[in-house]
């Protein structure tokens, strides 16, 4: 049999337990044909890689991440980097010199953990966009700031002491706006400025889904779009599927819909009420390269915002422990519309308090109305009591935590909790001994996103200042890596063509420098992506190696072996 291509000469960590390691692969129309099959076997490859003793492992699948807001922060300005208040106002007021008088200065990244929770100035920001209005997107999400001239904008009409629903327009002592717009508040500026047009999502999912490549990530969960205050349009799913048709889409995605993208769906009169899209369209619409995923719903708000839903004040502010971002009830309600519909749940929720609303009702629906085709999910997991892990354990919920906010944001989250919530924060080894299924996920780009990186964080559990946050959550290396890959693609629904290499397998995955789970855990990070391949085709790495064509009748093609090892690992080969 003619195969389309050989990848030999490497160390395969397949992640298939009945082979965990092998040489080669056979892979043939996208998918693993055969792993380490000897000379005799009659296979014979039109194409062959030769690897040069490079690692090689099923490619990484990050199932919490937001790739439209992603690649929108590379189109604005940045204020990742900012450890001042001096460097957000330089960077404001070098992105608004081009602008004309009336545009908008837009910038992104910016996180007031790293800044000892200090808020921009309203008038500091005037003066440094030279009067134009600015909107600073934070890096949690759920939280903007805007200078003076915006809120004139976004505040016509709106009195800032009116409550708002799941939100809140902070002000100073006096009443006066201080700028801050949290949670469902921030839709104030979202109505003067959104929907973006569908060319922007499209150019902003190119730049997002190219990056990921160079990371050796080849599925991404996309975590709400579409609506609420995480959405850039109502349309955003066809930018998406237009991305698609121009080759814009570099990865396999599955988009999950906001809530809010969701309504009310008439049926038979003998059909209970349910939410969903007209039509019945609901979660497993799809295939391989893009499949329509949960319903995320957003019960609470944000550990760096202290807005996440405690049952416990927060440390240092006696009256807050955050808040659901609706009426516990029309919460309930939602989520089973939604369920009954088709819709797997994705519930967001951080805080304690908050997580058990999202056990009490993912369970119910399950016991209602049985499983549906995706696992239902708890996204973060801030705070975890251990009779909350035994619940989730049973019900068979998946928990998507992000072991990289304990890297960059580790130090903030411990003042607010305390020690004795900090040992429940974002666990990783309890979920494993329950038998819960744990996937790898960043949430970029509130956090960092490059999986290496978020294993070493698996691992280490390090802060910033080099504190062990939870120390008997960490996990190992291998453990690390298996969440990335079968921990994913099980939390996604796709464990069975997902996530190892192994026969029958999509020919996913990725050409390391060293073995990550080999090397000492504060050099996991330091390994290097010198390839990804996604459905059997170099997708990125092209200019290190190019497969040869195999002359006629050969069994394994006569490569120059030099050539290769050289291309791929930049070093000479004796």
């Not at 003619?2 to 998918?31: F, S, Y």
């Not at 300005?77 to 008088?101: T, W």
Request: negative net charge; proline residues 6%; charged residues 20%.
């Amino acid at each position: 049999m003619l195969v389309d291509l050989l990848i030999r000469n490497a160390h395969i960590l397949t992640q298939d337990p009945a082979q965990p390691q092998a040489r080669e692969l056979w892979i043939h129309d996208g998918k693993v044909l055969a792993v380490d099959e000897g000379p005799d076997s009659g296979l014979r490859a039109r194409r062959t890689i030769d690897a040069a003793g490079s690692t090689v492992v099923p490619g990484f699948n990050d199932v919490h991440a937001h790739s439209v807001w992603f690649g929108l922060t590379l189109m604005e300005a940045d204020l990742g980097r900012a450890r001042s208040m001096d460097d957000v106002y330089a960077v404001i007021a070098e992105a608004s010199a081009p602008l004309g008088p009336d545009e908008w200065v837009v910038a992104s990244g910016f996180s007031p953990l790293l800044l000892e929770g200090t808020q921009p100035d309203r008038e500091r920001l005037d003066a440094a966009a030279g009067g134009r209005p600015v909107w600073i997107k934070h890096s949690s999400g759920h939280a903007c700031t805007l200078n003076g001239v915006a809120l004139g904008l976004v505040l016509k009409g709106v009195d800032p002491a009116e409550p708002i629903e799941g939100g809140v327009i902070a002000t100073d002592p006096s009443g006066r706006p201080t700028g801050l717009l949290e949670e469902n508040a921030m839709r104030l500026v979202q109505d003067l400025m959104l929907p973006y047009p569908l060319e922007t999502i499209e150019r902003a999912l190119d730049l997002a889904t190219t990056h990921y490549l160079s990371e050796g990530i080849t599925s991404v969960t996309d975590a709400g779009i579409a609506g609420g205050w995480i959405g850039h349009s109502p349309r955003e799913f066809m930018a998406y599927q237009n991305a698609r048709d121009k080759g814009l889409l570099s990865v396999r995605m599955q988009p999950m819909l906001v809530l809010d993208a969701l309504h009310a769906v008439t049926g038979h009169s003998s059909e209970p009420a349910a939410r969903g899209i007209d039509a019945g369209i609901r979660t497993g619409l799809g295939d391989d390269w893009l499949r329509v995923g949960s319903v995320k719903i957003f019960s609470d708000g944000s550990l760096l915002g202290s807005t996440a839903y405690m049952t416990e004040n927060y440390v240092g502010c006696t009256h807050n422990h955050g808040y659901l971002q609706m009426d516990a009830q029309e919460l309930r309600s939602a989520a089973l519309e939604a369920y009954r519909a088709g819709w797997a749940i994705a519930m967001h929720a951080i805080g304690d308090h908050a997580i058990d609303h999202a056990i009490d009702i993912i369970s119910e629906a399950q016991d209602a109305y049985g499983l549906n085709s995706l696992p239902n999910r708890i996204e973060h997991g801030g705070v975890l009591r251990p009779e909350q892990l035994d619940r989730i354990a049973e019900a068979g919920i998946v928990v998507v935590p992000q072991p990289h906010f304990i890297t960059e944001f580790g130090d903030g989250m411990a003042r607010l909790l305390g020690p004795r919530r900090t040992e429940l924060s974002y666990p990783a080894k309890s979920l494993l001994r329950r038998g819960s299924i744990l996937p790898g996920s960043s949430d970029r780009p509130v956090s960092e996103g490059r999986p290496l990186n978020v294993m070493q964080s698996f691992v280490e559990r390090l802060t910033p200042s080099g504190a062990t946050y939870g120390p008997a959550e960490r996990l190992t290396a291998a453990e690390a890596l298996a969440a990335y890959t079968t921990g994913s693609a099980a939390a996604t629904g796709a464990a069975d063509i997902k996530g190892r290499l192994a026969p029958g397998y999509l020919a996913d995955l990725v050409f390391l420098d060293q073995d990550p789970t080999a090397v000492p855990s504060s050099d996991i990070a330091a390994t290097q992506v010198l390839a990804t391949m996604v459905g059997g085709d170099l997708r990125f790495g092209t200019d290190r190696f190019a497969a040869k064509e195999a002359a006629a009748g050969d069994t394994h093609t006569d490569t120059d072996t030099t050539e290769f090892a050289t291309a791929l690992s930049g070093k000479e080969t004796p």
